[in-house]
């Protein structure tokens, strides 16, 4: 075992070391900017040191090459880590303790959009991942050729979100003194040719040579042909459409893969005839949209780049969940006890065997036997698609439906009521092994 680590340290060495100088080198240019262009003198004396401890320090220790002495992720952390987000639990915390970063994040925009802070929050993020990496097992989930532009792509995605954040902290924070956003003050008119014309063409050199040195790097994911006999496991979509295949653990194929997705391209397409605010055209807030910031914020991050995070590195072999440092054992099994709500009902509730029509019975008699087994999950489905709107109507958004009219009020709240269905049906799989409020196999109709 400890050759195999050598060899696996030895390895991965040089890239850790060509990593840290990286880091090294982002501190550098991040102090020289700071004392020259903002005078934060320092600032940049402190990330100017940083930037030291990354290439005098563990650069060195990382190109050393030997076990002992590269940096490493302490094994308490990493068993914290399993032990957390491994098992049948995993998800669970993974998924709680998401929403509740997001609602911290949201809580304390003001404090995260920061410079100082958000500079060091990415460099506490990198140098984990750096620390990371000298996990075998963490290094052949992240590394993998598939992963590695994920990887890329969730960084980036914090990226953005940041910035759209903070110029929209600015943004409120001027409104609410009384002055011009910044998109007012900044506007600016440039001419097509030659101003965009050229920068689109520097773009467009810069990442193909950035695609070029990207597939000499990294070697293409091509696997042997595929066979019938034998499939990969786990068997995984792209990373794009990870988000459909984990919400096959919740909802029935027909549901998961073609109608909640056709409601979602149905729901952006109405955006536009449902979006009453006329505040927030073409400059970035918060306060002014706070409704449409937050069901934006918690339908994209939450219920679909989460989902994408969760498939990509914790969903192992079996479709089951492992730890970020956790070895991917195809032997690992998890019996999961999935009940119908009508198996609650009428076999734990009622001591009762589900009703069955007579053999030799009729359509239209299987279907009334069909009706009365099911008619709690039909019951509770009607009453939060039909009743709740009017409710919400009257309650909690009776601004927006005075503002909305009937029509776009009961087309936004059943837009909102079925995005929900997502969460509640995640929570009811958690806590109650529920896995379909409605079964109907007979007519392909599981909800």
């Given at each position: 075992?400890?050759?195999?680590?050598?060899?696996?340290?030895?390895?991965?060495?040089?890239?850790?070391?060509?990593?840290?100088?990286?880091?090294?080198?982002?501190?550098?240019?991040?102090?020289?900017?700071?004392?020259?262009?903002?005078?934060?003198?320092?600032?940049?004396?402190?990330?100017?040191?940083?930037?030291?401890?990354?290439?005098?320090?563990?650069?060195?220790?990382?190109?050393?090459?030997?076990?002992?002495?590269?940096?490493?992720?302490?094994?308490?952390?990493?068993?914290?880590?399993?032990?957390?987000?491994?098992?049948?639990?995993?998800?669970?915390?993974?998924?709680?303790?998401?929403?509740?970063?997001?609602?911290?994040?949201?809580?304390?925009?003001?404090?995260?959009?920061?410079?100082?802070?958000?500079?060091?929050?990415?460099?506490?993020?990198l140098l984990a991942l750096g620390l990371s990496m000298t996990d075998y097992n963490f290094y052949t989930i992240a590394a993998k050729p598939d992963n590695v532009p994920?990887?890329?792509?969730?960084?980036?995605?914090?990226?953005?979100?940041?910035?759209?954040?903070?110029?929209?902290?600015?943004?409120?924070?001027?409104?609410?003194?009384?002055?011009?956003?910044?998109?007012?003050?900044?506007?600016?008119?440039?001419?097509?040719?030659?101003?965009?014309?050229?920068?689109?063409?520097?773009?467009?050199?810069?990442?193909?040579?950035?695609?070029?040195?990207?597939?000499?790097?990294?070697?293409?994911?091509?696997?042997?042909?595929?066979?019938?006999?034998?499939?990969?496991?786990?068997?995984?979509?792209?990373?794009?459409?990870?988000?459909?295949?984990?919400?096959?653990?919740?909802?029935?194929?027909?549901?998961?893969?073609?109608?909640?997705?056709s409601l979602i391209i149905v729901g952006l397409m109405a955006i536009p005839y449902l979006d009453f605010n006329p505040k927030g055209s073409g400059y970035f807030t918060i306060v002014?949209?706070?409704?449409?910031?937050?069901?934006?914020?918690?339908?994209?991050?939450?219920?679909?780049?989460?989902?994408?995070?969760?498939?990509?590195?914790?969903?192992?072999?079996?479709?089951?969940?492992?730890?970020?440092?956790?070895?991917?054992?195809?032997?690992?099994?998890?019996?999961?006890?999935?009940?119908?709500?009508?198996?609650?009902?009428?076999?734990?509730?009622?001591?009762?065997?589900?009703?069955?029509?007579?053999?030799?019975?009729?359509?239209?008699?299987?279907?009334?036997?069909?009706?009365?087994?099911?008619?709690?999950?039909?019951?509770?489905?009607?009453?939060?698609?039909?009743?709740?709107?009017?409710?919400?109507?009257?309650?909690?958004?009776?601004?927006?439906?005075?503002?909305?009219?009937?029509?776009?009020?009961?087309?936004?709240?059943?837009?909102?009521?079925?995005?929900?269905?997502?969460?509640?049906?995640?929570?009811?799989?958690?806590?109650?092994?529920?896995?379909?409020?409605?079964?109907?196999?007979?007519?392909?109709?599981?909800?």
């Amino acid at each position: 075992m400890h050759g195999n680590e050598q060899v696996f340290i030895e390895g991965i060495s040089p890239f850790l070391g060509g990593y840290y100088v990286a880091l090294a080198a982002m501190n550098f240019v991040a102090g020289y900017w700071l004392w020259r262009c903002r005078k934060a003198t320092l600032q940049a004396i402190f990330w100017f040191f940083v930037g030291l401890g990354y290439v005098g320090y563990l650069a060195p220790m990382a190109l050393s090459a030997d076990p002992h002495w590269v940096p490493s992720m302490p094994q308490v952390i990493r068993d914290t880590v399993n032990l957390a987000l491994g098992g049948s639990t995993g998800a669970v915390v993974y998924s709680v303790g998401l929403l509740v970063l997001l609602v911290g994040l949201f809580l304390l925009r003001r404090f995260f959009v920061q410079g100082p802070v958000a500079w060091a929050l990415l460099n506490l993020s990198l140098l984990a991942l750096g620390l990371s990496m000298t996990d075998y097992n963490f290094y052949t989930i992240a590394a993998k050729p598939d992963n590695v532009p994920i990887v890329g792509l969730v960084f980036l995605l914090g990226f953005f979100t940041w910035l759209a954040t903070a110029r929209a902290v600015e943004n409120d924070a001027r409104t609410a003194r009384g002055e011009a956003v910044l998109e007012y003050e900044e506007k600016e008119t440039v001419l097509v040719w030659p101003d965009l014309v050229y920068t689109e063409l520097i773009c467009m050199i810069a990442l193909t040579a950035f695609l070029l040195v990207w597939g000499i790097a990294l070697q293409a994911p091509l696997e042997e042909p595929a066979s019938s006999v034998k499939t990969p496991n786990p068997s995984k979509a792209p990373w794009y459409f990870l988000g459909l295949q984990e919400m096959l653990v919740y909802f029935d194929p027909w549901m998961a893969g073609v109608v909640m997705p056709s409601l979602i391209i149905v729901g952006l397409m109405a955006i536009p005839y449902l979006d009453f605010n006329p505040k927030g055209s073409g400059y970035f807030t918060i306060v002014e949209r706070k409704f449409s910031y937050l069901t934006f914020q918690f339908g994209f991050l939450f219920l679909w780049v989460t989902l994408i995070v969760l498939g990509t590195f914790l969903r192992g072999p079996n479709w089951n969940i492992f730890g970020p440092y956790e070895f991917w054992d195809v032997h690992k099994v998890e019996a999961l006890n999935n009940v119908d709500l009508s198996q609650y009902f009428w076999i734990s509730g009622m001591n009762m065997a589900l009703p069955k029509a007579p053999p030799g019975s009729g359509g239209f008699v299987q279907f009334l036997y069909i009706l009365q087994r099911e008619w709690l999950g039909i019951v509770m489905i009607l009453a939060y698609l039909v009743l709740l709107p009017p409710l919400l109507a009257t309650t909690v958004f009776r601004k927006f439906f005075l503002k909305m009219g009937f029509l776009r009020f009961m087309v936004m709240s059943n837009l909102l009521l079925i995005m929900m269905l997502l969460p509640i049906k995640m929570v009811l799989r958690w806590t109650v092994n529920l896995k379909y409020i409605i079964s109907i196999p007979e007519y392909f109709l599981n909800f």
